[in-house]
């Protein structure tokens, strides 16, 4: 018979509060060790999920987008900084909330989780819907770090230049010389939209000396990637 939840979190705590510090094994001779932060973490996440989007992994991409929201949504309650899904939520009626949540994450839970339907296939997953997500993940980066990579910009423009009916009027211009670079986004082809977007970064890679010199420093110091 299977356990419940709660009494299986609860045999974690105790064993948890039982088990004695790990002593850490001593480090191989030559063995690579790394520094990681918080936000280098959700950084790699991110810029991850952003060119895991654009070569067409579109389920890696999602999962590593909830995995930095998660996280991130942490971070932003202890700066008390509102999320991206939060304002979302505003807009919502309060009934439709919760079921709101649940369709959010109803796959990424499918992608972690296998213990209560492991025979389900999904058979309406929608690759562009993880643009929701992904979007939410570079708002909230740039909400409580105050800075973007040019991969996370990048999408954004994609994003929008996409969708260019979800922006209010007064941010339109905000964005509007992000989108003109990316022209190519709103093309009826979804995946079409994505190879221009990766060709696009590409060519930011490969010129990219070129890119900073016609950057401000003003903007430049909004970005980690560009110093």
Same mark, same amino acid.
């Given at each position: ?42 950084? &790699?996440?991110? $810029?991850?999920?952003? $060119? ?9 991409? @999602? ?15 202890? %700066? ?6 939060? @304002? ?48 939410? &993940? ?17 999408? %954004? ?23 003109? &670079? ?5 093309? &009826?082809?979804?995946? @079409? ?20 010199? %016609?950057?401000?420093?003003?903007? @430049? ?7």
């Amino acid at each position: 018979m299977r356990r419940s939840r709660s009494r299986t979190s609860l045999c974690r705590k105790r064993l948890l509060a039982d088990e004695k510090p790990i002593e850490r094994l001593p480090p191989k001779e030559g063995e690579l060790y790394w520094q990681v932060d918080r936000q280098g973490m959700l950084r &790699a996440e991110i $810029d991850g999920a952003v $060119d895991a989007f654009f070569e067409g992994n579109n389920i890696a991409a @999602r999962v590593l987008a909830w995995a930095a929201l998660d996280v991130l949504r942490s971070l932003a309650e202890r %700066q008390k900084v509102e999320t991206f899904h939060a @304002r979302l939520e505003d807009c919502i009626l309060e009934e439709y909330v919760l079921s709101w949540r649940r369709l959010l994450r109803s796959d990424y839970t499918y992608f972690k989780h296998a213990d209560r339907d492991p025979d389900r296939v999904i058979d309406d997953y929608r690759p562009e819907a993880t643009a929701y997500n992904l979007v939410g &993940a570079v708002a909230d980066y740039g909400s409580v770090f105050k800075k973007q990579t040019l991969r996370m910009a990048t999408f %954004q423009a994609w994003f929008f230049g996409r969708f260019p009916n979800l922006l209010k009027p007064e941010w339109l211009p905000s964005f509007s010389a992000a989108i003109e &670079a990316l022209p190519s986004s709103n093309h &009826a082809d979804f995946h @079409r939209s994505l190879e221009c977007a990766r060709d696009k970064l590409r060519e930011f890679a490969s010129k990219r000396e070129a890119v900073i010199s %016609q950057l401000s420093p003003e903007i @430049r110091s909004k970005f980690e990637d560009l110093a």
